[in-house]
């Protein structure tokens, strides 16, 4: 089966740099690539990124303006960032360039073998990407200056919080600025609203009890997979007693 090229974006702020590594590039038919764009500098990758993206950023590190370094750093932020491999005259970088998750280092001038061993590599994580990138719906949230993606099937519940929505599944909590409604929608099937500022996941749901709120009111509330409660409108209560009844047949 004929496998897609590598799609490459070259960063340099020597012409004659990126015209080597093109033709490096061009001649190399194992793992097939192809170039579909060139930059000379951060701000105008950038630009290009957000029109073509890509699979692998040939990057220099010592340009004007923003470096490479940092340039990768603010990649790998992204929701679905490409790949990064160095190209620079210094070798002294090797260290910060793989903190920022580089996939190989190669110094100039660049030899055919080495751009040969940096595009296989490339290619293979690219696979592992595909291969364990998760399937259905996934809420992209932010984490500490990380961008990470949390597929629906990690999601207990979504609960609005004055002006937030706070999103809590089995690997933390979250705080979202999308409103809840349309959360639910990006989620689809398999998640239940429970009350005007709550959705859960059905496959969470533990328990259905009345208990006291923090006014001494009782009311009814549903026990979540991780402990937490959250409570249960009139409205929806037939609802998630059908939910319960569901889970108990299975």
């Not at 029109?51 to 692998?56: A, E, F, H, V, Y």
């Not at 160095?86 to 998750?101: G, I, S």
């Given at each position: 089966?004929?496998?897609?090229?590598?799609?490459?974006?070259?960063?340099?702020?020597?012409?004659?740099?990126?015209?080597?590594?093109?033709?490096?590039?061009?001649?190399?038919?194992?793992?097939?690539?192809?170039?579909?764009?060139e930059a000379g500098d951060a701000s105008a990758a950038l630009a290009l990124l957000q029109q073509t993206p890509c699979d692998l950023v040939l990057l220099d590190i010592a340009m004007p303006g923003r470096d490479g370094l940092g340039f990768a750093d603010d990649l790998r932020r992204?929701?679905?960032?490409?790949?990064?491999?160095?190209?620079?005259?210094?070798?002294?970088?090797?260290?910060?360039?793989?903190?920022?998750?580089?996939?190989?280092?190669?110094?100039?001038?660049?030899?055919?073998?080495?751009?040969?061993?940096?595009?296989?590599?490339?290619?293979?994580?690219?696979?592992?990407?595909?291969?364990?990138?998760?399937?259905?719906?996934?809420?992209?949230?932010?984490?500490?200056?990380?961008?990470?993606?949390?597929?629906?099937?990690?999601?207990?519940?979504?609960?609005?919080?004055?002006?937030?929505?706070?999103?809590?599944?089995?690997?933390?909590?979250?705080?979202?600025?999308?409103?809840?409604?349309?959360?639910?929608?990006?989620?689809?099937?398999?998640?239940?609203?429970?009350?005007?500022?709550?959705?859960?996941?059905?496959?969470?749901?533990?328990?259905?009890?009345?208990?006291?709120?923090?006014?001494?009111?009782?009311?009814?509330?549903?026990?979540?997979?991780?402990?937490?409660?959250?409570?249960?409108?009139?409205?929806?209560?037939?609802?998630?007693?059908?939910?319960?009844?569901?889970?108990?047949?299975?």
């Amino acid at each position: 089966m004929e496998r897609t090229p590598l799609s490459v974006l070259i960063v340099d702020d020597e012409p004659l740099a990126r015209l080597r590594l093109r033709s490096l590039i061009e001649a190399n038919t194992e793992p097939p690539a192809r170039v579909v764009g060139e930059a000379g500098d951060a701000s105008a990758a950038l630009a290009l990124l957000q029109q073509t993206p890509c699979d692998l950023v040939l990057l220099d590190i010592a340009m004007p303006g923003r470096d490479g370094l940092g340039f990768a750093d603010d990649l790998r932020r992204q929701p679905e960032p490409p790949l990064v491999v160095f190209v620079t005259a210094h070798a002294d970088h090797a260290l910060r360039a793989f903190e920022v998750d580089a996939t190989d280092y190669l110094t100039k001038p660049v030899r055919r073998e080495r751009l040969q061993a940096a595009l296989l590599r490339a290619a293979e994580r690219r696979v592992q990407r595909a291969e364990s990138a998760p399937t259905g719906p996934v809420l992209v949230v932010s984490d500490r200056g990380r961008v990470l993606r949390v597929p629906a099937a990690e999601v207990i519940y979504l609960k609005a919080e004055q002006k937030y929505v706070t999103l809590c599944s089995g690997r933390g909590r979250w705080t979202l600025d999308d409103a809840l409604a349309d959360l639910e929608q990006r989620l689809g099937d398999g998640f239940l609203r429970v009350h005007r500022n709550a959705v859960v996941a059905v496959s969470a749901v533990r328990a259905l009890e009345r208990r006291g709120d923090d006014d001494g009111e009782e009311g009814w509330s549903v026990q979540m997979s991780n402990g937490d409660w959250l409570a249960v409108s009139r409205r929806q209560l037939t609802a998630v007693r059908e939910v319960l009844a569901a889970q108990q047949r299975e």
